[in-house]
Structure formats: structure tokens, C-alpha cells
């Protein structure tokens, strides 16, 4: 579905992303690791259109996505969330997945100006599969609620819905768990299940490994802006260098102790 | 009880007549807040519709409508014109930009001596607007405004207005959004000036500098920039402040500053705030 080949990243003298290759398989759940500041938000910047590469290639099913603009981007069906959350706190639950549909309501001006038939039907549309977006995660009872007033936990949630309105094919989740409780993060585990299950290509960034190994099919690994691994989370759990990313080399350990 | 009107009339109109082309002036800069712009150009794009339209009906004797329609037409071409490199701006930078391109539009009508009249600016310009054109021009632009809140623009201005970013990912088209505020806003400015120019009979460049632009915003932040109201409020008191004050004498401009400081610092929010109005008669109630 998603195909990054060499994908770099400087900023200025700084390297960030080097030579950068990767498949998300299309209908898979497939989780991108590494440690703290590898780059993984820079990965999805790139792919959304919010910054751009300094070298190689990404494509959407075979579409170029370089030098699309964000939204042209969320368009032709990429969607994502953000690790710290970005809901629009003054707006209702529902006016959030709203938002949500911009590009897919496609009424003129006289529709608005007065109120049209058609105007009205695909806005009463748009507000029914909100709430049905809203069902699926749960928050379905607190649709007219100001977003501001959400639990943190709800918010991602509320994130999600608002990603899923935009229909996309793929859906990119920035560390979608951090911050939450345990409670929280099995709930979530659970729906992110559900929604791969409705056909949805999943490509998501975090740090929890047990909620990672747990859903991914496939999952890379990237340690400073290199893909250092790539394979099934068994593969991954085995792999040294994987381990040596995380935990430190042995002999880095018996010094230490 | 007709008397009275009439000689309320005689003697007010002219105050009511601009508390309407405040209100549209008001509602014309809470167009581009709301969608996140601090833009401060209205007050030359309202310098800019005065004169196309007072030069359109005194140098080729144009009907008021079409002076009107030019009005609003040419700062809404200047404002795409110089919205492509200013709205990449955000905040106060856009604010500076915008006010420097106000004091540019000032220096040119003053320039522009054969066309503007300089620094003597027009005189004798017919007086055309009615009461009714007033009304009629703040009712249709409020109708719009409604509506346009309530569709998917409006839904954009506000989402753009809380996280541009966000709104992007959302497959909102932000820079074309912005672009739609800043351009309607800048027709909204240009019909009030039009209207304006055809009651006031005069029109010169100092009318249009940065005075009035803080004018303008202080009368949508005053009133509250959450809806529609506010402005509108606003541009009422903004309006009104000074005559009721009229017994103070020379204090009258200090009571005036002091009044808004007040407002303002105790109703961060502004006047119309439904939420604020709301908690307020619920405690009363409990």
C-alpha cells in the first residue's frame, strides 16, 4: 500500500532519516519501533506532506506522494494522529468527525446560502456517520460534549474517529497508548483490532512493546534514522541488534554493574 | 409619538446610520479572526471601496449600484492580490504586514492627487445611501454569514482557527480558506466604506489609517468573537460610548478608554459570551 524507498531527512547538517525503505503491506497492522528521538515522527511528517524529504521516494499504491500538500495528501486517503493530541477543544465530539468529512461533502455555495435539499440531506448524512464513527470507539454518548472536557484517553479516541471520517485507506497512528493507563490501553488495543477489522490499513508508531507486539503483523525497527530490522514481531523480539537497540550491548552492561 | 421619531430621527440618523456601517466593518475583521487571521487591513480595504465607489459616481456618473458593486469588488481583488505572500504569515506578523499594507494605501490615495484629491480628499459626493441601504446591506451580510458558519467553510474557518495543522490533515485546503476570509472580508470592509462615502459627503485618506483599523478590531474583540453578535454589539457600543458620555465633557475620550479597559478585563471574551451569560444564571438559578 504505502512504499517508502531510501527516504532521507536533513535539517540542515543533521541528519535525521538515511536511506529510509520500507512496505506497509496492504489489510496489515504494521508498527514502526525505535528508540526515543530515532526519528518515527519525522517518518509520518514525511508521508503526510508536513515536511518534505530531502532524498528518495514515497507512494501511495504506486502514486508519487512528493510534493502533495497536507490536505492533498489526506485526500487520496491517508489519515493519522497525533502523539500530542490535536482534537479542536472548542468544538462539540461531533462537529470534531465532522471536520472530519470536509472533502467528501461536495454541496455549492447556494446549497449553504439557502439551505438547500441537497445541502441539508448530505449534512444530515455527514452527522449520522459521525455518530456512527463515534460508536465505534465508544464516545458515541458524549457526541455534543465540547471536546476540551475529555478524559485524555477519550481524546485519542476522539482523534481516531475524526482520522476514520476522512476515509482513508490507510491510517497512521502516532504512539496511540502514550500517556494512558493500562486499563486504557487494552480498551484501545481492542478497538484498533476492530477497525484493522473493517478493512483499514494500520501503520502505527509506538513505544509500548507489548501493545505493539500484540497487534502489529509486521513491524520495522529504526534506530538512529536507519532501518536497523524488519520482520514478524517473533523475528523482531529475536533479532541482536533489535536488542541491542533497546537494552544496550552486553559488554556495555557488565561495566556498568 | 411620530413627532418624536421625526425629530429623534433629525437629529440621530446619522449615528445610527453608522452604527450599521461599524457593525459591518465589525463584522468584516471577525470574518478573518475566525479563521484564525489577525488581519488589520480592513480599514484601508473600506479606504479602498470609499473611493472606487465616490470616484465611480463623481467622475463617471456611474448608478449607486454599480458604485456599490465596485466598491465591494475592488479591495476583494486587492485582498487576493496581496493575500498570496501575507497569509503565509501568522500572528503578529501578519498584523504588522497588513497594517504596513494600510499605511501603502494611504500614501497612494494620498499621492494619487488627480484621482483622490490628495490630502484634501473628495468632496461632494452624492448622497445616495439611504437608511434602508444601510439596514438592508447589514441584514443581507449577517443572512450570509449565518449561513456560511453552519456549512463546511465555516466549519474549516473555525477548525483552521484552532489547529491549522490539524485542519490540514483533516483534507481542509487551509491556505485557500484563509485566502476566502481574507477576500470576503475585504468586500464586507469595501461595502461599508462605499456606503459610508455616499452618507458622509466627504472622504479623505486620514479617515482610513490606523486609528480606524484598531477602531475596527476593538469593536469585534469588545463584543466577543464567538459568533455573530458580538460584533455587532460592539460595534454598538463602540459607537454609542462616546455620545453617552458627551456629559463629561473633556474627560469624555478618558472615560471612553476606561470603560473598554474595564469590559475587556473583566470579560476576556468579550460581551457576547453565551457560555459566561449561561454560568451566570445558573448559579443565580441554584
Not at chain 2, 229 to 240: D, E
Amino acid at each position: 500500500m504505502l512504499k517508502l524507498t531510501n527516504v532521507s531527512k536533513r535539517f540542515g547538517g543533521l541528519s535525521v532519516l538515511q536511506d529510509v525503505s520500507f512496505e506497509v503491506p496492504t489489510g496489515k497492522v504494521f508498527g514502526l519501533i525505535g528508540p526515543n528521538g530515532a526519528g518515527k515522527t519525522t517518518v509520518f511528517n514525511l508521508i503526510t506532506g508536513l515536511l518534505a524529504p530531502s532524498g528518495g521516494t514515497i507512494t501511495l499504491q504506486g502514486e508519487s506522494l512528493l510534493g502533495h500538500a497536507p490536505h492533498q495528501i489526506t485526500r487520496q486517503g491517508i489519515a493519522r494522529t497525533f502523539q500530542n493530541i490535536r482534537i479542536f477543544k472548542d468544538m462539540t465530539l461531533l462537529d470534531n468527525v465532522v471536520v472530519g468529512m470536509h472533502s467528501h461533502l461536495n454541496y455549492g455555495v447556494p446549497g449553504w446560502l439557502f439551505s438547500l435539499p441537497g445541502f441539508r440531506a448530505q449534512e444530515q448524512r455527514a452527522r449520522e456517520k459521525a455518530r456512527e464513527l463515534l460508536g465505534w470507539v465508544g464516545l458515541s454518548a458524549k457526541a455534543g460534549d465540547t471536546a476540551d472536557n475529555l478524559s485524555y484517553g477519550d481524546q485519542r479516541k476522539l482523534e481516531l474517529a475524526r482520522a476514520l471520517a476522512t476515509e482513508p485507506k490507510l491510517l497512521l497512528l502516532d504512539e496511540p497508548v502514550a500517556g494512558m493507563n493500562t486499563g486504557e490501553k487494552v480498551e484501545l488495543m481492542g478497538e484498533i483490532t476492530n477497525i484493522a477489522k473493517r478493512g483499514y490499513t494500520i501503520f502505527m508508531i509506538e513505544h509500548d512493546m507489548r501493545f505493539v507486539m500484540g497487534l502489529c503483523e509486521r513491524i520495522a525497527v529504526l534506530n538512529f534514522g536507519r532501518i536497523i530490522a524488519e520482520g514478524s514481531p517473533d523475528e523482531i523480539k529475536n533479532n541482536p541488534d533489535v536488542i541491542e537497540a533497546y537494552l544496550g550491548r552486553e559488554d556495555d552492561a557488565e561495566v556498568s554493574s | 409619538m411620530m413627532e418624536w421619531f421625526e425629530n429623534f430621527w433629525q437629529v440621530y440618523n446619522n449615528l445610527v446610520l453608522t452604527i450599521g456601517v461599524n457593525a459591518l466593518l465589525a463584522l468584516s475583521i471577525w470574518l478573518t479572526l475566525s479563521c484564525g487571521l489577525l488581519a488589520m487591513a480592513n480599514a484601508a480595504f473600506m479606504g479602498i471601496g470609499a473611493y472606487t465607489a465616490s470616484i465611480l459616481t463623481m467622475n463617471y456618473g456611474a448608478p449607486f449600484p454599480v458604485a456599490l458593486a465596485g466598491g465591494i469588488a475592488a479591495p476583494a481583488l486587492v485582498a487576493l492580490l496581496i493575500g498570496g505572500p501575507t497569509l503565509r504569515l501568522s500572528g503578529v506578523y501578519l498584523a504588522m504586514a497588513t497594517l504596513g499594507f494600510g499605511e501603502v494605501v494611504r500614501v497612494l490615495i494620498l499621492n494619487a492627487e488627480s484621482l483622490t484629491g490628495g490630502a484634501l480628499g473628495l468632496n461632494g459626493i452624492p448622497q445616495a445611501t439611504q437608511w434602508w441601504h444601510v439596514l438592508l446591506a447589514l441584514i443581507v451580510v449577517l443572512l450570509i454569514l449565518w449561513r456560511l458558519r453552519r456549512s463546511r467553510i465555516g466549519r474549516a474557518f473555525e477548525a483552521i482557527n484552532e489547529d491549522a495543522v490539524a485542519a490540514s490533515l483533516m483534507g481542509i485546503a487551509v491556505n485557500a480558506h484563509k485566502m476566502l476570509a481574507f477576500a470576503l472580508g475585504a468586500a464586507i470592509a469595501g461595502l461599508a466604506g462605499a456606503l459610508n462615502a455616499h452618507l458622509t459627503f466627504f472622504i479623505g485618506p486620514s479617515e482610513f489609517g490606523f486609528d480606524r483599523g484598531v477602531d475596527i478590531l476593538t469593536m469585534a474583540i469588545l463584543g466577543g468573537t464567538g459568533g455573530l453578535t458580538g460584533p455587532v454589539l460592539g460595534a454598538l457600543i463602540v459607537t454609542l460610548l462616546p455620545e453617552l458620555l458627551r456629559s463629561f465633557r473633556d474627560f469624555r475620550t478618558m472615560m471612553n478608554g476606561a470603560i473598554l479597559v474595564i469590559i475587556v478585563l473583566f470579560l476576556p471574551k468579550g460581551l457576547w459570551d453565551p457560555k459566561r451569560i449561561r454560568q451566570w444564571f445558573g448559579r443565580k438559578a441554584a
